[in-house]
Protein backbone atom coordinates (compact mmCIF):
# COMPACT_ATOMS: atom_id res chain seq x y z
CA UNK A 1 0.00 0.00 0.00
CA UNK A 2 2.69 2.25 1.05
CA UNK A 3 4.59 1.71 -2.66
CA UNK A 4 0.97 2.63 -4.46
CA UNK A 5 0.69 5.65 -2.48
CA UNK A 6 3.91 6.99 -3.19
CA UNK A 7 3.98 6.30 -6.95
CA UNK A 8 0.46 7.93 -7.08
CA UNK A 9 1.93 11.05 -5.57
CA UNK A 10 5.01 10.78 -7.82
CA UNK A 11 2.76 12.00 -10.78
CA UNK A 12 0.72 15.12 -8.47
CA UNK A 13 1.03 18.32 -9.29
CA UNK A 14 3.99 19.88 -7.83
CA UNK A 15 2.39 23.53 -7.19
CA UNK A 16 -0.30 21.69 -4.92
CA UNK A 17 2.13 20.84 -2.65
CA UNK A 18 3.55 23.78 -2.06
CA UNK A 19 0.38 25.80 -1.27
CA UNK A 20 0.62 29.08 0.93
CA UNK A 21 1.04 28.61 4.22
CA UNK A 22 -2.36 30.68 6.24
CA UNK A 23 0.47 33.40 7.86
CA UNK A 24 1.22 34.06 3.83
CA UNK A 25 -2.17 34.00 2.69
CA UNK A 26 -3.11 36.42 5.52
CA UNK A 27 0.06 38.71 4.78
CA UNK A 28 -1.23 38.79 0.65
CA UNK A 29 -4.37 40.07 2.21
CA UNK A 30 -3.40 42.35 4.00
CA UNK A 31 -0.50 43.89 1.85
CA UNK A 32 -3.44 43.82 -0.97
CA UNK A 33 -5.22 46.18 1.20
CA UNK A 34 -2.64 48.29 1.99
CA UNK A 35 -1.64 48.78 -1.27
CA UNK A 36 -5.13 49.45 -2.59
CA UNK A 37 -5.57 51.56 0.43
CA UNK A 38 -2.44 53.67 -0.69
CA UNK A 39 -3.81 54.01 -4.06
CA UNK A 40 -6.58 55.63 -3.49
CA UNK A 41 -5.20 57.92 -1.58
CA UNK A 42 -2.03 58.78 -3.73
CA UNK A 43 -4.81 58.76 -6.52
CA UNK A 44 -6.87 61.49 -4.67
CA UNK A 45 -4.31 63.60 -3.74
CA UNK A 46 -2.38 63.62 -7.23
CA UNK A 47 -5.84 64.65 -8.76
CA UNK A 48 -6.98 66.94 -6.20
CA UNK A 49 -4.26 67.96 -3.78
CA UNK A 50 -1.52 68.71 -6.32
CA UNK A 51 -3.64 69.05 -9.69
CA UNK A 52 -2.47 66.60 -11.73
CA UNK A 53 -4.10 67.44 -15.09
CA UNK A 54 -5.10 64.24 -16.64
CA UNK A 55 -6.79 60.99 -14.81
CA UNK A 56 -5.98 59.38 -18.56
CA UNK A 57 -2.11 59.38 -18.48
CA UNK A 58 -2.38 58.61 -14.83
CA UNK A 59 -4.06 55.56 -15.60
CA UNK A 60 -1.55 54.86 -18.45
CA UNK A 61 1.29 55.17 -16.43
CA UNK A 62 -0.28 53.05 -13.49
CA UNK A 63 -0.92 50.51 -16.31
CA UNK A 64 2.81 50.23 -17.61
CA UNK A 65 4.16 50.05 -14.65
CA UNK A 66 2.04 47.43 -13.57
CA UNK A 67 2.76 45.22 -16.56
CA UNK A 68 6.27 46.05 -16.25
CA UNK A 69 6.50 45.12 -12.42
CA UNK A 70 4.75 41.48 -13.69
CA UNK A 71 7.32 41.25 -16.23
CA UNK A 72 10.14 41.37 -13.94
CA UNK A 73 8.72 39.31 -10.88
CA UNK A 74 8.04 36.82 -14.24
CA UNK A 75 11.60 36.88 -15.25
CA UNK A 76 12.55 36.62 -11.66
CA UNK A 77 10.57 33.53 -11.22
CA UNK A 78 8.51 35.38 -8.31
CA UNK A 79 5.15 34.29 -10.52
CA UNK A 80 4.24 32.38 -12.92
CA UNK A 81 1.79 33.04 -15.82
CA UNK A 82 1.40 31.78 -19.66
CA UNK A 83 3.17 34.08 -22.02
CA UNK A 84 1.28 37.05 -24.18
CA UNK A 85 -0.64 35.11 -27.09
CA UNK A 86 -1.81 37.81 -29.99
CA UNK A 87 -4.69 35.43 -30.22
CA UNK A 88 -5.91 36.27 -26.39
CA UNK A 89 -7.21 39.86 -27.02
CA UNK A 90 -9.51 38.78 -29.87
CA UNK A 91 -11.00 36.12 -27.75
CA UNK A 92 -11.54 38.50 -24.78
CA UNK A 93 -11.79 41.55 -27.01
CA UNK A 94 -14.77 43.48 -24.64
CA UNK A 95 -12.84 42.94 -21.77
CA UNK A 96 -9.88 44.97 -22.38
CA UNK A 97 -12.24 48.20 -23.41
CA UNK A 98 -14.34 47.21 -20.66
CA UNK A 99 -11.16 47.58 -18.18
CA UNK A 100 -9.49 50.34 -19.61
CA UNK A 101 -13.16 52.65 -19.17
CA UNK A 102 -13.63 51.06 -15.80
CA UNK A 103 -9.97 52.41 -15.08
CA UNK A 104 -10.49 55.88 -16.25
CA UNK A 105 -13.38 56.61 -15.20
CA UNK A 106 -12.54 55.40 -11.69
CA UNK A 107 -9.52 57.49 -11.76
CA UNK A 108 -11.78 60.54 -12.78
CA UNK A 109 -14.53 59.66 -10.29
CA UNK A 110 -11.70 60.00 -7.55
CA UNK A 111 -10.39 63.43 -8.50
CA UNK A 112 -14.41 64.62 -8.02
CA UNK A 113 -15.85 62.92 -5.17
CA UNK A 114 -14.84 62.67 -1.40
CA UNK A 115 -12.79 59.68 -0.54
CA UNK A 116 -16.14 58.19 1.50
CA UNK A 117 -18.51 58.34 -1.61
CA UNK A 118 -15.99 57.13 -3.85
CA UNK A 119 -14.94 53.98 -1.54
CA UNK A 120 -19.07 53.05 -1.21
CA UNK A 121 -19.76 53.75 -4.66
CA UNK A 122 -16.84 51.50 -5.77
CA UNK A 123 -17.45 48.34 -3.07
CA UNK A 124 -21.16 48.45 -5.04
CA UNK A 125 -19.43 47.06 -8.21
CA UNK A 126 -18.42 43.58 -6.28
CA UNK A 127 -22.59 42.75 -5.59
CA UNK A 128 -23.62 43.92 -9.04
CA UNK A 129 -20.51 41.66 -10.49
CA UNK A 130 -21.71 38.78 -8.50
CA UNK A 131 -25.66 39.41 -9.23
CA UNK A 132 -24.52 39.55 -12.87
CA UNK A 133 -22.25 36.42 -12.84
CA UNK A 134 -25.21 34.76 -11.09
CA UNK A 135 -27.93 36.24 -14.31
CA UNK A 136 -25.74 35.74 -17.18
CA UNK A 137 -23.32 32.83 -16.31
CA UNK A 138 -25.74 30.96 -13.94
CA UNK A 139 -23.48 30.82 -11.45
CA UNK A 140 -24.05 29.95 -8.06
CA UNK A 141 -22.22 31.69 -4.53
CA UNK A 142 -21.99 29.94 -1.16
CA UNK A 143 -23.76 31.54 1.96
CA UNK A 144 -20.01 32.96 3.14
CA UNK A 145 -19.33 34.68 -0.18
CA UNK A 146 -22.53 36.25 -0.11
CA UNK A 147 -22.38 37.73 3.89
CA UNK A 148 -18.68 38.49 3.29
CA UNK A 149 -19.67 40.54 -0.21
CA UNK A 150 -22.49 42.30 2.31
CA UNK A 151 -20.19 42.76 5.21
CA UNK A 152 -17.84 44.79 2.32
CA UNK A 153 -20.78 47.00 1.80
CA UNK A 154 -22.11 47.36 5.46
CA UNK A 155 -18.05 47.97 6.38
CA UNK A 156 -18.18 51.18 3.18
CA UNK A 157 -21.24 52.37 4.55
CA UNK A 158 -20.11 52.85 8.04
CA UNK A 159 -16.69 54.43 6.58
CA UNK A 160 -18.76 56.75 4.45
CA UNK A 161 -21.17 57.76 7.16
Known sequence: MTRQADGANAGADPAAARLPSRVAQLLSALFYGTCSFLMVLVNKALLTTYGFPSPIVLGIGQMAATIMILYVSKLNKIIHFPDFDKNIPV?????????????????????????????????????LTLLLETVILGRQYSLSIIVSVFAIIVGAFIAAG
Open 91 to 127: KLFPLPLLYVGNHISGLSSTGKLSLPMFTVLRKFTIP
